[in-house]
């Protein structure tokens, strides 16, 4: 709906007023109202959540039903409250306190949730609130990307790019609050994977703070702690890593254990790290990976790759009490550069899972021509 500005005189402005309901309407719902009637400000069409035919929770569906019609239909977040209030039959108050304290939000906090072109903060935070409607909820925002041209932020995209750039906007306005990093946990675990890794693939050292680098290999590794009020882990990795990821390039997914008294990981061959890349979402350039703990069974999945077994995968990992020994990062003297017997080696030390996955992925390169590296 195309919005225009106009003038009015004092007379017509505190006759407005009048009519108008304190923090919920705007000029616009009350000129509405006085000239078509209660209800048709917002038409007679069906929305999404409506259209899903699925039982969801009330708050979840308002919620929704706010957003589709601040970014699809234009209106202001006031308006579309007073609309969903009427389309319910419950007071403007009630809707309000849905998407503020039912979420732990401001309603600053939810402007600037809405204002992000791509909206992915707030699809973050609804899936964390609402953890049983995950797909319901996916769906939906891809509903709103794919009628982009209908989308209407309240910050334009330029601007809002600009917020963020400054810092007006912060990352975590976009998205629940997360646990502070901490940096020298994070490197003592990346070591302990490399001093562990190197009995099979040599000298290794440290580059940056994520990069494990071997001979013949790169291994990039992501750590979180585990979020017990989500069930949930969270990595997130830049564009500048997976664009132009080789065959050289593992994902090491490292993280806390669900019962905090210890920690894992999961490598990821080249061809694994590139389909979770493909399938998980992109914000801002950087692949969101988040894996849950689904209540209904207690497995944990990765809610884009379900079909990734990964309690098979998961290998613990045991702080190195020896990290500071000058000696830990040099060359064995034994030469393990060769890359057929870093390969050899690598699938001694596997699963039979695993020897069977890499078994079929050196099959496929034979067959196109390649060679196994």
């Known amino acids: 709906m195309e919005l225009y500005t106009i003038e009015v005189d004092e007379k017509i402005f505190n ?17 509405h109202r006085l000239l078509f009637g209660k209800g048709s400000i917002y038409g007679n069409s069906k929305i999404f959540v409506h259209r899903t035919n699925q039982n969801i929770p009330k708050a979840l569906s308002q919620i929704l039903e706010v957003i589709e019609l601040v970014i699809q239909k234009g209106h202001s977040r006031p308006e579309a409250t007073k609309i969903v209030a009427e389309r319910n039959g419950t007071a403007p108050e009630t809707v309000i306190d849905k998407y503020c304290r039912q979420l732990g939000k401001t309603a600053n906090e939810v402007d600037i949730l809405l204002s992000d072109p791509e909206l992915k903060g707030f699809q973050l935070v ?4 609402f953890t049983n409607h995950e797909e319901m909820i ?14 209407n932020p309240i910050i334009p ?17 976009l998205s629940s609050d997360r646990k502070k990093r901490d940096t020298a946990l994070e490197s003592v675990l ?9 009995e099979q693939l040599g000298h290794f050292t440290l580059r940056g703070q994520s990069q494990l680098m071997f001979n013949n290999a790169i291994f990039l590794c992501k750590y979180s702690s ?12 830049s564009k500048s890593y997976w664009h132009n990821w080789k065959q050289t390039d593992h994902l090491v997914l490292i993280l806390e254990n669900a019962d905090k008294n210890g920690y894992s990981y999961i490598i990821l061959t080249p061809d694994e790290s590139k389909h979770l890349f493909s399938v998980c979402s992109d914000s801002r350039g950087e692949k969101k990976i988040n894996m849950r703990i689904y209540a209904d069974d207690n497995v944990t999945r990765l809610p884009e790759w379900k079909d990734f077994d990964v309690e098979s995968r998961l290998k613990p990992l045991e702080l190195q009490s020896c990290l500071d020994n000058p000696t830990m990062d040099l060359a064995p003297q034994e030469d393990k550069s060769d890359p057929v017997q870093v390969y050899l080696r690598l699938f001694a030390s596997a699963s039979p899972e695993e020897q069977k996955r890499m078994l079929k992925e050196l099959m496929e390169r034979v067959a196109d021509g390649t060679q196994a590296k």
Not at 126 to 129: A, R
Not at 226 to 236: A, E, K, L, T, V
Request: glycine share 6%; charged share 35%.
């Open 138 to 151: 996916t769906s939906f925002f891809n509903s709103l990307v794919k009628e982009e041209g209908k989308m």
């Open 15 to 31: 006759y407005l007023k009048q009519k108008a309901e304190p923090f919920v309407d705007t000029p616009n719902t009350v000129l």
């Open 190 to 198: 990346k070591k302990s994977l490399g001093k562990r890794l190197q």
């Open 157 to 173: 995209r330029r601007e809002f790019d600009q917020l963020y750039s400054l810092g007006e906007i912060k990352r975590d306005d």
């Open 126 to 129: 609804l899936t964390n609130k």
């Open 226 to 237: 585990f979020h017990d009020d989500q069930s949930r882990w969270f990595w997130g990795v």
